[in-house]
């Protein structure tokens, strides 16, 4: 068999390359006999490993009969592919798997791109015809009681971890006509839970700034995680409610459910989109307010994005102390000004004065992340907020990142912060250096 995709890759790629360089001729040939011998409809009933492990005999079959000299991996990749393309997501299923692989991003059935340690990369091979990626999407949208076709052309779903997809993962769907592009798949597999020592061996953050984090965290400080798409906002946010005590309550909210928190009481709520008749759809901003009923002692928003930033920072100032949230902001002066900007969505109508003393009172710390070029996600900047009431906007450094010198720099710690860790019996960690005192 030919092998006309696997040169010029190493490493990483080539584990998933191996896993897809099987012709695509010979797929579509292959898979065709095997629709002539075997009826698909009659095996839908069987567990799926011993659904795949049938058919795997019965292709072995096949290629011994039509005479084709393979060797024994081109064999098995061969099969591989073909029961892929048959019962499952074709080129998807060696991805899906890929533990280096964050994002995938299907172009047309002929392009594939995956996102790997931060970068994009193309996938040697794509899936054989567009008739082929149609099914796969139904496939994927199907299993979660979902619909996409010409009058219903895009979906936003969650996918369930399972043994297809170890992660889970969130998918989105955009078809022809509003596509030029073809049938166009986005699939986020959701991130590994990371701890905060993981991310200091990543080069996230030193351990002065981690210390600190930890100590806001169980402090009751209400920290406000900010960055671009794809910057690791969600990973720190995991990795920082590990220190959130098992003794209390937390209700999350999300859009699609990625945090996996290891406390024993914890409440997960899911936004739920419109159904085919465009009812039934249950926004963020619902399950913040229906959350304040469920007696939480801290709430956890993956992502602020509309008027529910009105009703989280009302939280923070009612008795949620110790609350985090998400946003997208390119600083953390602009994640003030774009929270403020959002809590004046709500259909309430608030004073803007009125909004600026919510936002000062309610945010404590503001933790700012980038991705950069060579893929690393890092924390770039910690600010406190040390305006209040209706004052303007007022942030002071408490940690930053110097690119020239490549090395993270401190700042003395606020007064308002050291007095807020000493109110909560936390003290100040030892670690964190003082300006100009060598550790």
Known sequence: MRNSFSSGFSGPAAAATREIEADDLQVRRFKQILLDEIDLQELANLPAEERRARLERVLAHLISREGVILSSRERAILIRRVV????????????LVD??????????HETVYVERFGRLERIPSGFTSEDQLLQTIDRIVSSVNRRVDESSPMVDARLPADARIPRGARVNVVLPPLSLSGPVVTIRLFPRAYGLTELLERGTLD?????LLSACVRARQNIIVSGGTASGKTTLLNALSQFVPDRERIVTVEDAAELTLNQEHVIRLETRPANVDGRGEVSVRELVRNSLRMRPDRIIVGEVRGGEALDMLQAMNTGHEGSL?????NSADDALS???TLATM????????AIRDQVNNAIHLIV???RHSDGTRRIVEMAYVVSARREEYLLQPVMGWDPIDRRFVHHPLPDRLTRGLAQAGVPVPGSWPIPGVSP
């Open 368 to 370: 700012q992340l980038s």
């Open 325 to 329: 949230a998400t946003v997208h902001a």
């Open 84 to 95: 892929d393309e048959s019962i499952g997501l074709g080129v998807l299923e060696p991805l």
């Open 338 to 340: 774009r929270i403020e």
């Open 99 to 108: 533990p280096t692989i964050s994002e995938i991003m299907i172009n047309g």
């Open 346 to 353: 709500s259909d309430v109508e608030v004073p803007f004065l």
């Open 207 to 211: 351990q002065p700034s981690a210390d």
